[in-house]
């Protein structure tokens, strides 16, 4: 079974995956894809200062990103690709004086640096004179292997394709596909318990909601599902914390 910090770590990676994958997504079909973060009206406002096409290109980063962290095997990758996206979405959001959205990107930028830093063996090498060795496999190894990874990439493609053709309909059923794809990757490897499996169904179930979330009755299903998830985290985050230190004395 993996480690407390090993499961947060899967779980950042799967919120900020989903934070981008989706906000890219919606910014190409122009709101028609439900997500977390805006605007969606990005194109249209910078279409009046002749950078509508810019505004596609951070569109497309954001789901290449979000698709990368999805993989969970190029998710450094992806989290180092995502430090310069979110300094400078910080930067503006500071720079338009907008109201508490400085203070959500700040944790974005946060929870990025996280991931990093979980992953500071790989980047060793680029702090040291002297020769260093070879970076051991991690105990999230296991989600970046086999044949998903991949299908993910593949359907987080699709997607994109789909909502740069604005085909609306098609674009939502290849993102519902691309979380499921998602939730098969770290579901189906054995290294999870029972309740963390729980919570990772209900993360993905979250995903499915917020895409369905023009059906106004799911918003609700949507707020009590996040509760109860956040509830059953912090629960098996004091599970594990409590086996942990009974081990010593077992």
Known sequence: MIKNKDFLVLLTRLFLGY???????CKLTHGNFGQLIGPPWLEER???YGLAFFAQVVAVSQVVIGALLFSQRFSTLGAVMLVPINISILAVTISQNWSGTPYVNAVFLGLNVALLLYEYQRFKFLFSAEAIAPVGPSALEKYR???????ILLSAGATMGSALLQTTVIT???GLLT???VGACILLPDGLNKWEKVIVAQAITNMFLMTLGSISMLMSVLVANTAVLLILLLVNLWRSSRR?????FA
């Open 19 to 25: 934070v981008f994958f989706s906000a890219g997504i």
């Open 46 to 48: 910078l279409a009046e």
């Open 145 to 151: 292997n086999g044949r998903l990874p991949w299908a």
């Open 172 to 174: 939502n059923s290849l």
């Open 179 to 181: 979380f499921a794809l």
């Open 244 to 248: 942990s230190a009974m081990l010593p």
